[in-house]
């Protein structure tokens, strides 16, 4: 149809001219055909359906967070079996037009019922996050450079990979429900945590949970981190993010269960399904705890609220931070920890952290979820508040271990005073205990689950 076009106008005078204009006017002609088609393929829905709760018990794994050299070799688990998630990376329509998708199948015909098209339209907010443009564009070379000292293998070629200073998080495969099943929309989503910021607060009061990938049976510290969260920080919501088929199940994730009525559980809880990630703009995602890192940023990237690791335990009201735009904790002198973070929705600093995803080098441990987060906050040390020993202190050295776990230690830290959240770094410790060996745990770690778990830290 073009080279007919092209011949017919050729046939005409001045043909160099006529046909620059035409390959022009066929082009504009397509991208404004497939514009909005691409819109729709990244802001719908996966129809995929909602998981039933498992009941299965397996041995659990969470991703746990720390630089020790002995964490320098990760386990290199198992990727999950999860489907391969699609990897339309959507991307701000302020951005040049950087569309990726993978599988190129013909635009279906158009032919939706209303209801989809007006959950469609309600979507479509969420095609750009409302990010502050203009401050993440004056900050991008000095993001850039920050970037560059954890860039790894990418580091030569960071100014091609770093392209857009604006986040792309694409929502499209989120699936968000209530307990029972019922299917919200991201939209919906997005206001009711909007709508618990209180004038002079920044931070939505909800939090964010990843619910471990690998292995789904709940682990007894895990149960006391869901509770703790629940009744001390007491958020509105609680969103559990999970891959699919792996919601948590097995004793102590029934007793989770049994501790709110069916009716506040309803209320309080939301579920999210999500294709685990594989990518990050242009580059692999492998690790698993990586694959969380990315999945914990971008919850709150886009919602707002508390995101923690399902082995850190709230020991007090969160108010105080929820003030700030950003809040994270310091674990060492060169590293702040992605353990446990808040943020307020589509915050400048964690979309700066998101781009600089952009030279995410996978075979690196801890630089973009530790080692970044601290040059970053150098930098700009105005767009995120640091807790200097309030949330991950004690940290995961063998010494600072030893006051959580050993018996008789409690002297050598305050958490009662100190604490605002405890980060358990569990997986180095990894001894369960049951709701009998608890009562007579005479450690830090045994006095913080009574206090949660009946009120005092008496045995
Ligand atoms: C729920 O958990 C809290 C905190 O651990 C505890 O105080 C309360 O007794 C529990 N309630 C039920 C019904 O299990």
Redesign the pocket.
């Known amino acids: 149809m073009q080279h007919l076009l092209c011949n017919w106008i050729f046939q005409t005078s001045n043909r160099r001219c006529v046909a620059a204009l035409a390959v022009l006017l066929s082009l504009s002609l397509f991208y404004i055909g497939i514009k909005p088609w691409i819109r729709t393929q990244t802001v719908l829905f996966d129809t995929e359906v909602v998981d039933a709760p498992s009941r299965n018990t397996e041995v659990s794994d969470e991703p746990a967070r720390m630089t020790s050299q002995s964490a320098q070799t990760p386990k290199t688990g198992h990727k999950t079996e999860s489907q391969t998630p699609k990897t339309v990376h959507k991307t701000d329509s302020q951005t040049p037009k950087t569309v990726h998708k993978t599988d190129s199948q013909t635009p279906k015909p158009l032919q939706k019922s209303s209801a989809m098209k007006e959950s469609e339209e309600k979507q479509k907010g969420f095609s750009s996050l409302p990010v502050d443009s203009r401050a993440l564009k004056k900050n991008f070379p000095m993001l850039k450079e920050a970037a560059k000292k954890h860039s790894g293998r990418y580091h030569s070629r960071l100014d091609q990979m770093m392209a857009t200073y604006l986040p792309a998080v694409d929502t499209s495969a989120w699936s968000p429900h209530s307990p029972s099943g019922k299917k919200l929309t991201i939209e919906e989503v997005h206001s009711v945590a909007k709508s618990t910021i209180q004038p002079g607060f920044q931070v939505p009061n909800i939090a964010h949970f990843v619910m471990p990938f690998g292995e789904t049976n709940l682990q007894f510290h895990q149960m ?1 981190s869901l ?2 969260c ?2 001390i920080m007491k958020p509105h919501r609680l969103l559990l993010w999970y891959a699919p088929g792996k919601l948590p199940s097995g004793h102590w994730w029934d ?1 989770v269960r ?4 069916e009716s506040e559980w309803e209320e309080r809880i939301i579920f999210v399904q999500r294709p685990i990630p594989t990518s990050v703009y242009t580059v692999p995602v492998h690790g698993k705890e990586h694959q969380s890192d990315v999945m914990r940023l971008e919850a709150v990237l886009v919602f707002g609220g508390l995101y923690m690791d399902i082995d850190v335990l709230v020991l007090k009201p969160l108010e105080p931070l929820r003030k700030f735009v950003c809040t994270i904790g310091r674990e060492v002198p060169y590293g702040l920890c992605n353990g446990v973070f808040l943020s307020a929705p589509s915050g400048t600093f964690l979309a700066m952290w998101h781009t600089a995803y952009q030279v995410f080098n996978d075979e690196a441990w801890g630089e973009h979820s530790v080692k970044l987060p601290h040059s970053m906050q150098a930098a700009f040390p105005d767009l995120c508040h640091v807790e200097e020993e309030s949330m991950d202190r004690p940290n995961w050295t063998p010494e600072e271990r030893t006051w959580i776990y050993n018996i008789g230690q409690q002297s050598r830290w305050d958490w009662r005073t100190k604490n605002y959240v405890m980060h358990l770094w569990f997986r180095l410790y990894n001894k369960q205990h049951s709701m009998d060996s608890i009562r007579t745990l005479n450690s830090m770690y045994g006095e913080m689950c009574r206090r ?4 005092s830290g008496q045995p």
Not at 452 to 455: E, S
């Open positions: 006391v509770l703790s629940l009744h007793r049994k501790n709110l009525t949660i778990l009946y009120g």
